[in-house]
């Protein structure tokens, strides 16, 4: 169980720094244009609203049906608009020729990739901790 859990965890790695080289190369390749790292940003403010708002959580708050309350859903919210935001800026940069198309697709691929071994990394976790 153990060797599954380190295989596992060294695949995630692997696809997080092949999307970190995406990025990265997303901007140095195409014509030394450094506005695709603007998208860094939003991968490490991302999980900040979360943690924060799950912070300002009190165990006595009120609570509705499904277990949430506003706080976490404005943290919930905020997390969203900077994942949101981390996939439209390159399209938007492209469309105003900051940056090629080419750098867009890497961006945007690279992005996703982060994400998705984010999520994956935290879905692990999860399951550890449960059992």
Known sequence: MAMQGL???????FILAIGFLLVILSAALFEGNYLTLLVVATYVLAPVPNWICGKAQARDDFMDNNGSNSIVELGRFLTGFLVLMGIALPVVLAHCDQITTAAMAMSISGGLLIYGTIIAFGLFFREQEEF
Do not use: D, P, R, Y
């Open 7 to 13: 295989s596992t965890i060294i695949v995630l790695s």
